[in-house]
Nanobody, 121 residues
Framework: QVQLVESGGGLVQAGGSLRLSCAAS????????MGWYRQAPGKQLELVAG???????NYAESVKGRFTLSRDNAVNTVYLQMNSLKPEDTDVYYC???????????????WGQGTQVTVSA
């Protein structure tokens, strides 16, 4: 069984910082990509930051220069450092991981349970 465990959400004032963590555990052979999405009530899921095995990072335009994605392959964990937070960053943030489960190349995608980020004005 594979699990993604998220942590680090919370309430912060505008201009503040938070760091989200997402740790993947279980029978994992390797990681193709890990990233963060967010979704506000009534809105579509939005990619915030993504990271592929080639270390290429993609960021939503609205977070470029403020958010930084990093990954520690030794502990199968991805981090999202969020600085200069704005009220419009308020959302539930979800971790997503594309994993290779076996040496034969079986792959699957997993989602974390979501962590609330609330930025007050």
């Amino acid at each position: 069984q594979v699990q993604l465990v998220e942590s680090g959400g919370g309430l912060v004032q505008a201009g503040g910082s938070l760091r989200l963590s997402c740790a993947a555990s279980g029978n994992i052979f390797s990681i193709n990509a890990m990233g963060w999405y967010r979704q506000a009530p009534g809105k579509q899921l939005e990619l915030v930051a993504g990271n592929t095995s080639s270390s290429r990072r993609n960021y939503a335009e609205s977070v470029k220069g403020r958010f930084t994605l990093s990954r520690d392959n030794a502990v199968n964990t991805v981090y999202l450092q969020m600085n200069s937070l704005k009220p419009e960053d308020t959302d539930v943030y979800y971790c997503n991981a594309h994993l290779v489960l076996t040496m034969g190349g079986v792959q699957a995608s997993y989602w974390g349970q979501g962590t609330q980020v609330t930025v007050s004005a």
